[in-house]
């Protein structure tokens, strides 16, 4: 069974600086995917990165990057200028190639003017 | 064009009663998905639909849990019997097939309340 971790309940960042969360998981598995997804109060899930096993190039997308470290089966994302609108509870997802998703508990991140 | 709905959108419920809730899966969208999630935890897995039959159940947490998908669009999550432990946010989601390579877009959820 696969495990995800993010070991941080809540982080506060000013607007315009750089933040990360971070995410380990557990897994047997050699092709998978990991996704960070935001969840704002509207408790809409929004994706907000996604990271293909195979893939060694971190993915970026715009402000977000990830820096995935497969032998040590590490995902952090990177939130650069935070702004007031990424306010929101972050998670870290494992999704197995059966497409059954994992979650870890969420990271909190306020963003503060 | 329209994403995953779900309804009611809020559900307050006496222990014990029984309640559905409807997912309407983006149109085409052949995978569903059923997740829970509790306060302050992330999301559970609970059931998946192919079409309208439902290969992984593994998630559902006890036999007062059921769901079912018809026409291979609609799918209810019915509780029977609501325990105060049932209370979460129930979210759907659907992707065009099933597998990782399939993005899945969920729905705004339904907040379940048990008194």
């Known amino acids: 069974a696969q495990t995800v971790t993010q070991s941080q309940p809540e982080m506060s960042v000013q607007e315009a600086e750089t933040v990360t969360l971070s995410c380990t998981y557990d897994?047997?598995?050699?092709?998978?995917?990991l996704f960070w997804y935001k969840q704002p109060p509207s408790r809409q899930m929004i994706l907000v990165i996604r990271q293909e096993a195979y893939k060694q190039q971190n993915a970026t997308e715009n402000r977000f990057s990830v820096n995935f470290q497969k032998a040590a089966k590490s995902f952090s994302l990177k939130i650069s200028d935070s702004q007031l609108g990424d306010t929101a509870m972050y998670f870290c997802?494992?999704?197995?190639?059966?497409?059954?998703?994992?979650f870890g508990a969420g990271t909190q991140v306020v963003v503060t003017p | 064009g329209a994403g995953v709905s779900q309804s009611p959108s809020n559900k307050v419920t006496e222990k014990g009663k029984d309640v559905e809730l409807r997912c309407d899966p983006i149109?085409?969208?052949?995978?569903l998905y059923w997740y829970r999630q509790s306060l302050g935890q992330g999301l559970e897995f609970l059931i998946y639909f192919q079409g309208n039959s439902a290969p992984d159940k593994s998630g559902l947490p006890s036999d007062r849990f059921s769901a079912e998908r018809t026409g291979g669009s609609v799918s209810t999550l019915t509780i029977q019997r609501t325990q105060q432990e049932d209370s979460a946010v129930y979210l759907c989601?659907?992707?065009?097939?099933?597998?990782?390579?399939?993005?899945?877009?969920f729905g705004p959820g339904t907040r379940l309340t048990v008194l």
């Open positions: 997802a494992f999704l197995d190639s059966w497409g059954k998703f994992q």
């Open positions: 897994t047997s598995e050699n092709n998978y995917y």
């Open positions: 149109s085409g969208h052949t995978a």
């Open positions: 989601a659907s992707s065009l097939g099933p597998g990782a390579y399939n993005e899945q877009f």
